[in-house]
């Protein structure tokens, strides 16, 4: 009984590892830069990683490195560059957005990975920007985290919101899952007056919950029975 639990633990144990460490199946990195909210109604521009896309001003994917996408233009209003979003780890959120703009506009960048494997899972974020001109605002949100679909825009975990001129601010949210999920990030850049100008970096990493960390404990002292009973006979 004891041996059939063991083996059932290693099993566990090593399915975790196995998806902690595979690369993504079928997922896709993808940007979404819309004149709304909700990106409906069109006018709308959608960018998977490493494709060209040179419509509604916009350059397509410049960055030619995997789960990393560049991409300016012209756009709603505002002169901008994306200049990089990036999304590092296949198992937990680890994404970024860098940006700078000019003109008068408003424009919602989104950034969405999928296949995330560690929940349930805190979502840190933090966001500097700096904002020039009267009444320009930049809002950070992080969505999703509850299904693994592409731009995964409801629910909205954390909203970061800055002010001309800008400064530093962190929140943090929970992902509940369940895995595979997928995680938006969400940047709306809002210009009002001639002249603005602004930047920021939106970054977002996650941890795992005690739950996680639990099972994955459980995980490995089933490893470490199993090869002391080898051991032992
Ligand atoms: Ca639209
Ligand atoms: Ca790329």
Redesign the pocket.
Known sequence: MKRKLSAILTIGVATALLLATSQRAEAA?VLDICNDAACTGGNDYHLA??TTNNTLGLTG??????????VSGSFNGLNFTVVGAFSLSTAIPNMDITWNADGVGSVWIYATDQNFSTAPATANASFSSTLTGTGATAVATVRGGDDNSLLNLSPILLTLSESAPGGFLTGSGAISGPAPYSLTLGVNINHVTAGTTSSGDFNVTAVPEPASLTLFGVGLMGIVRAARRRFVR
């Not at 994917?61 to 560049?70: E, G, H, K, Y």
């Open positions: 990195f990683d490493n994917d410049t960055n030619a490195t995997a789960q990393r996408i560049a």
